[in-house]
């Protein structure tokens, strides 16, 4: 299931990362790795607020649909 259909609050497991490998990359240095825990803190039109690694971080829609969790 992609990271935008998550609920906020809930805690998540990240399974997989889509995507070409620049953007791969990108959302490695952000701190999205497979298996970090990361947690939706809200989503406000269309860019999604979450927790990954002790960092909060905003990412679009189409960024968060490439996070499987």
């Known amino acids: ?3 935008s259909f998550a609920k906020p609050g809930e805690i998540n497991s990240i399974k997989r990362i889509g995507g070409r490998d620049d953007t791969k990359k990108r959302l490695e240095t952000l701190g ?4 970090s825990a990361v ?3 809200s989503m406000i039109n269309g860019n999604v ?3 990954v690694k ?9 960024m968060a649909n490439k996070i499987l969790i």
Do not use: K, Y
């Open 1 to 3: 299931m992609p990271l």
């Open 32 to 35: 999205f790795v497979v298996g």
């Open 39 to 41: 947690t939706v803190v």
């Open 49 to 51: 607020i979450v927790n």
């Open 54 to 62: 002790d960092s909060r971080i905003a990412i679009s829609r189409e």
